[in-house]
């Protein structure tokens, strides 16, 4: 069973810039045919997808983050990374990345746990 583990910091200050990694086990990132997602949930609102980075390197954002958001993959090591800039309060959120099969695959999803940030002074 894959298995996807977010890690990174619980807090942040306004303005300062959120690293969030995701370790894949029992599963590789360039496997053909995934996704590699960053999703994340406000308090009290619906999951916002905030971009994906597929098996062959491509990525892809929603144009409401665009400018913030860049998502890394280290292969050596199975991870994937979100950065998310300017961060403020409005991003306090639980974050969760997810692995999803693409059109034309099986459809299979993985998710991790969720970690929670709060951006605050």
């Known amino acids: 069973q894959v298995q996807l583990r977010e890690s990174g910091p619980g807090l942040v200050k306004p303005s300062q810039a959120l690293s969030l990694t995701c370790t894949v086990s029992n599963g590789s990132i360039t496997t053909t045919g995934y996704a590699w997602n960053w999703i994340r949930q406000p308090p009290g609102k619906g999951l916002e997808w905030m971009g994906v980075?597929?098996?062959?390197?491509?990525?892809a954002y929603p144009p409401s983050l665009k400018s913030r958001t860049a998502i890394s993959r280290d292969t050596s090591k199975n991870q994937f990374t979100l950065e998310l800039s300017s961060m403020t309060p409005a991003d306090t959120a639980e974050y969760f990345c997810?692995?999803?099969?693409?059109?034309?695959?099986?459809?299979?999803?993985?998710w991790g746990k969720g970690t929670l940030v709060i951006v605050s002074s």
């Open positions: 980075m597929t098996y062959d390197g491509t990525t």
């Open positions: 997810a692995g999803l099969t693409l059109p034309g695959y099986t459809a299979t999803h993985y």
